[in-house]
C-alpha cells in the first residue's frame, strides 16, 4: 500500500507541472494580437510585392534580398507595429489578385489607391503621390498623350497606365506582365510609347537610356500609392497608425532621402 501511495504522489507531481507549463505557450497559433515587446512572439504576415520596379522594390542579382523604398518603409512600419513579414514576389496583376482572394496578408508594389480596387480591397493611408508619365525615344516626334492614337504604346498588365489607354486613347495598347520588358521593346523600336508610372519611368531613364528615351507630356492621374490588404483586414488600423508614427519621427523622410535623394514634399 506504502508504494502505491508513493506511486500515485508522484503520478499527482507530474501532472501538476505539466498543468503549469501549459501556460507559458505563446499563444500565436490563431494569428491573433501581437506582442509587439517580444520579438519571439511576433506574427509573421505574408507579404505580395513585385521583383522588379525600382526604385520602390526589386531583387538584389547579388545577394537575392529583396531591396527598395516600399521594402524600407514596410519594414519600418513592421517594427513600430511589432510584427514581422515575408516577402512573396509575383507579377503585379497577380499580386492584386492575392489581395481579392486573401491569399497574402499585405500587399506592397507601388499600388495606385483607386475607387475600383477599393471595392474589392482594403488600401492604408496614401504613402507616396504619383501619377503616369509618357515615355517615348530621343528622337520621337509625340510630345503628349494626345497625339498617341493610332500608335503602338506599352504598358503593364493590370495596371493604371494600362486601364488609362484604353479608356482615354485609341492607342494600340501591348500590355507587358513586367515593365521593363516594355522600355526594352521601346529602346529596341518595337513600341512607339511607354506609359507608366512616373517614379519608375524617370528611373529606368536615368539608369540605363538616358541616350535613348525621353520624358514627354503632363503627368497624369496623380494618384497615390498605399498599402494593400484584402477586404476586411484587421491590420488595416495598426499599419496606418504606425506609418503615421515614422512620419512624425522622422524615419520616413531617412527612407526618402536614401531612395529619392530629396526630402518628402510637404502634405
Excluded at 146 to 160: F, K, L, M, P, Y
Amino acid at each position: 500500500m506504502k508504494k502505491i501511495a508513493v506511486f500515485l504522489v508522484v503520478l499527482l507531481s507530474l501532472a501538476m507541472l505539466a498543468a503549469c507549463g501549459t501556460g507559458n505557450s505563446s499563444g500565436n497559433g490563431d494569428g491573433g494580437d501581437t506582442d509587439s515587446g517580444s520579438n519571439g512572439d511576433s506574427e509573421v504576415y505574408q507579404v505580395a510585392t513585385d521583383a522588379n520596379f525600382q526604385p520602390f522594390e526589386y531583387k538584389n542579382p547579388e545577394t537575392g534580398d529583396m531591396e527598395g523604398f516600399d521594402i524600407d518603409l514596410l519594414n519600418a512600419i513592421a517594427e513600430e507595429a511589432g510584427f514581422e513579414v515575408n516577402y512573396n514576389t509575383m507579377e503585379f496583376d497577380g499580386l492584386l489578385g492575392s489581395m481579392r482572394t486573401g491569399k497574402h496578408d499585405i500587399g506592397i508594389a507601388g499600388i495606385s489607391i483607386t475607387e475600383d480596387r477599393k471595392e474589392e480591397i482594403d488600401f492604408s493611408d496614401k504613402y507616396y503621390d504619383s501619377g503616369l508619365i509618357l515615355a517615348v525615344p530621343k528622337d520621337s516626334e509625340l510630345e503628349s498623350i494626345e497625339d498617341i492614337d493610332g500608335h503602338t504604346v506599352g504598358a503593364r498588365q493590370g495596371s493604371t497606365s494600362e486601364d488609362y489607354l484604353k479608356e482615354n486613347t485609341n492607342a494600340d495598347v501591348n500590355s507587358f506582365p513586367e515593365i521593363v520588358t516594355a522600355y526594352q521593346d521601346l529602346q529596341a523600336g518595337r513600341l512607339d510609347a511607354v506609359l507608366y508610372d512616373l517614379p519608375n519611368v524617370q528611373y529606368y531613364i536615368n539608369q540605363n537610356a538616358s541616350d535613348e528615351l525621353k520624358t514627354v507630356g503632363d503627368v497624369l492621374q496623380g494618384q497615390p500609392y498605399g498599402i494593400a490588404f484584402p477586404k476586411g483586414s484587421d491590420l488595416v488600423e495598426p499599419v496606418n497608425e504606425a506609418l503615421a508614427t515614422i512620419k512624425e519621427n522622422g524615419t520616413y523622410a531617412e527612407i526618402y532621402k536614401k531612395w529619392f535623394g530629396t526630402e518628402p514634399p510637404q502634405e
